[in-house]
């Protein structure tokens, strides 16, 4: 059974920095992407970064220049260390791993970033 594990989130004033983690454990499949999304309150879920096997990275327009995703391979996990964050970055934000043709396709349960004026 996949789990994908989620750490990091929490309160920072505007400006500040957090550093969010993403373990993936009992997948028999390759992982080919590893990212993250986030949903405000009343919003839609949004992409924020993605990184595929090939090291191939695609950010949101929102969070370009600021926020950086990586990953360790030989540990399955995917960190995004997220810097000048504004009050508008506050959201749960979820963990996601997929293959390309989705048929393994599994979410995390989502971790709260708050960015305080």
């Known amino acids: 059974q996949v789990q994908l594990v989620e750490s990091g989130g929490g309160w920072v004033q505007a400006g500040g920095s957090l550093r969010l983690s993403c373990a993936a454990s009992?997948?028999?499949?390759?992982?080919?992407?590893m990212g993250w999304h986030r949903q405000a309150p009343g919003k839609q879920r949004e992409l924020v970064a993605t990184?595929?096997?090939?090291?191939?990275?695609n950010y949101g327009d929102s969070v370009k220049g600021r926020f950086t995703i990586s990953t360790d391979n030989a540990k399955n996990t995917v960190y995004l260390q997220m810097n000048s964050l504004k009050p508008e970055d506050t959201a749960v934000y979820y963990c996601?791993?997929?293959?390309?043709?989705?048929?393994?396709?599994?979410w995390g349960q989502g971790t709260q970033v708050t960015v305080s004026s």
């Open positions: 009992g997948s028999a499949f390759r992982i080919n992407v």
């Open positions: 996601n791993i997929y293959t390309y043709d989705r048929r393994y396709d599994y």
């Open positions: 990184i595929a096997s090939g090291g191939v990275r």
